[in-house]
């Protein structure tokens, strides 16, 4: 099923008694089992104002195509969408409603913010067809619940969004990375430090044994912060500018350092201060695993053999969470919700979506 | 504004009902006595007011699950409360309600600097949060202009924003999770100190829900490093029109300064009149102001004011020391007190797309006509969020009646012309009954869904947000 309008596809909702699997582009989301439905056949750009910093698409929009069109007028999607086709083994054409479905966000995210945050607005279809408009177009907008902020990164359990407004960023003039070899831990603490300063960073990773401090905005400013870092994190950083500090962190957001590294992928949140316990308790308990560290610590992107699920969660023990991006496994893929949380989540799913249509098995 | 008839039943248990919660809460958390209730009979939105059943001040998330127990065996509406400061009428009570203030839990749970974040119990007003990182060199970004005085608790029911989230963001983007108690007691905590919780945004939805879903009880904030230094510059133009152009050249041009302020003429001379701040005598009067290091500041203004210079500005006015900046802000921070001493006002909080602020200026001139009431402007121009003050005199039979007719009439056009109803403010029971402007009753219904589920017996905050006739099915009584 590729419903072209969203008028099919309520047609196709309202009469719907068998569940589906919602697609994208297959590019970055759980393969689901059941009756396909492609997201991809409600296409777009419905507005764009660039002098407002606002656009609006349609949600079966291929990323490619809405990154072009902002290029065009020298912006982008702040919050950095990572391409993960190739750690993931995928091919295909990302979209732009999966991409909001999972919330992606690369290592832009620790400065301006997730998918989520950039999310003005939307249009959605529920599990009884019904055409859902919430949010809006403007930046400010507290008219009524959130429910912008509900589905992204629901992973299509909640209803079929059909059209996204977000808030969209001007290119900076500039960017420049600060580049050292560090221990982990002395990177780590670097990237830390960094993030404590006043210098406005929009990049703090750790890989393959480099840390990796990112600043962007107009030349002068780019230059003196760059060399305000340095002397505040002292040692030896050469700094990587333009093009090549681009190439540097389109790597980190894609995890070119985790592509054929392992059968299982996962992605681990926690607070930076515990970025370097986390892989020493793994370690500890024997799961053997390459890692990109990402927002300043926060986010471990970690490759591993498959069906250590269990372990990997035993071993972080409240420490942080851990989802599986990739892998047959013995755990599933999302942690288990926290007390209380679960028969939210139960009553949310069965209120959006009361017959069960959309991914079921998926994360609700 | 109609309010659900007080339910009879509950009036009548009024002994009974503080009796239970006299037996859970220690001696001075319960007030009943129509004298110490009378407190908290209205909040910012002044106009309307209404005594409650009784008013619980607790000191813990228990005691606050406990009240919350009684209240929902006994089937009594409770009306959440920060510090009472809602330009809405979101902790507005109605007489059949308890009142549940959280002011007294203002301690600072847990301060974080190496992981950026605090952990705060919700009573604690927004400016100390800054207050207690500050030493350190941090703060807390989102600043509504009632910051020394609104509670966070607030600011998480509202989704509070202020004049700097152009570039931080409003309370949404800020916040990392939260203790949440439900109405049925039960203590949640969802999210938590570092941000991307797994499974459903339940953050996100219960950010800017006006107090229906939980009471909040802490939260985790993020805080950021404090920028080195900021600076304002004021440009005076011809016409809305021009100064409208500049705002979106300079967004076009990929600066993002802090915060991009607009006045227009009766907003400018009744706070010359009021504050002596030095504007020029204009039609429009931008206020932008850029942070970071002395360098940076003057990168960033040297941009800003070349397109400036390009709108032909009747004045362009860079602070040159630390007194000038203040004067700059004076006039524009006085605003509200200075249209204040002219008359009573109205404040509306609708947003519209930038592109369209020339035009809507324009129209609200018109209305403003058309109702003859006058009509400051004084607004965030960065990210569209209006805020028009309309003048009436509440001694006037009709004024307020007119005045309210004629904030309904511009609140519509934001609409129409792709905006919303509030930006910052709320709806509250101020904007509840034009939510169907905005809204189908489809996406009406969906957000009632969310209420069903965390409240499924409607009794947190229920004649507010949704129009009556929306949620007439769903609240009890």
Known sequence: MRPASETDLVELLRGATQPFALRGGGTRGAVLA???????????????????????????????????????ERQRLGFEVPDLRAVLGRTGVSTIGGVFAENASGPRRLQLGACRDAALGLRFVDGTGAVVKNGGRVMKNVTGYDLVKLMA????????????????????????????????????????????????????AYAAGQALVRVEGMAGSVAYRAAQLRALLGGDWALVEGAGSAAIWRDIRDLAPLVGRGEALWRIACVPSEALAVPAALEAAGVAHAAVFDWGGGLLWLTCAAGQGARIRAALAGRGEAARLKGAEDAPAFPPPAPGVAALQAGL????????LFNPGGMV | MDMPVPD?????RKDRIVARLRAVLPEDAVISAEEETRAYECDALSAYRCLPLAVVLPRSTAEVAAALKVCHDEGVPVVPRGSGTSL??????????????????????????????????????????TGAVEAEGFFYAPDPSSQLACAIAGNIAMNSGGAHCLKYGVTTNNLLGVTLVKMDGEVVTIGGPWGEPAGLDLLGVICG????????????????????????????FASNEVAGECVADIIRAGILPVAIEFMDRPCIRACEAFAHAGYPDCEALLIVEVEGSE??????????TAIARRHAPVALEEAQDEA?????????????????????YMCLDGTIPVSTLPMVLRRIGEISREFGLDVGNVFHAGDGNMHPLILYNANTPGDLERCEAMGAEILKLCVEVGGCLTGEHGVGIEKRDLMAVQYAPADLEAQMRVKDVFDPGWLLNPAKVFPLAASAGRRAG
């Open chain 1, 349 to 356: 799913k069965a209120r959006f979506d009361p017959k069960g």
């Open chain 1, 34 to 72: 059941g009756a396909g439905l492609d997201c991809s056949g409600i296409v777009g750009v419905r507005l764009y104002e660039p002098a407002a910093l606002t656009l609006v698409v349609a949600a079966g929009t291929p990323l490619a195509e809405v990154e072009a069109v902002l290029a065009a």
């Open chain 2, 324 to 344: 000038h900046a203040k004067r700059i802000w004076l006039g524009r921070k006085s605003a509200f007190g200075a249209m204040g001493q002219i008359n009573d």
């Open chain 2, 8 to 12: 009879a039943r509950i009036l009548a």
């Open chain 2, 295 to 304: 360098a940076e500041i003057a990168e960033q203004l040297a941009a800003i």
């Open chain 1, 153 to 204: 990164g629901s992973r299509g359990t909640l209803g079929v969004v059909t059209e996204i407004a977000f808030k969209v960023q001007a290119l900076p003039e500039t960017e420049a990375t600060l580049v050292s070899d560090l221990p982990a831990a002395a990177g780590l603490a670097a990237l830390r430090r960094a993030l404590g300063s006043p210098y406005d960073i929009s990049g703090a």
């Open chain 2, 88 to 129: 809405a009428g979101g902790a507005m009570p109605t007489e059949d309600s308890v009142v549940l203030g959280v002011a007294r839990m203002n301690a600072v749970v847990q301060t974080d600097y190496e992981n950026r974040f605090i952990q705060v119990q919700t009573g604690r007003t927004n400016l100390s949060v």
């Open chain 2, 209 to 236: 829900s006006e107090g229906q879903l939980g009471v909040v009880t802490e939260a985790w904030l993020r805080i950021l490093p404090k920028p080195e230094g900021a600076r304002p510059v004021l440009m005076g």
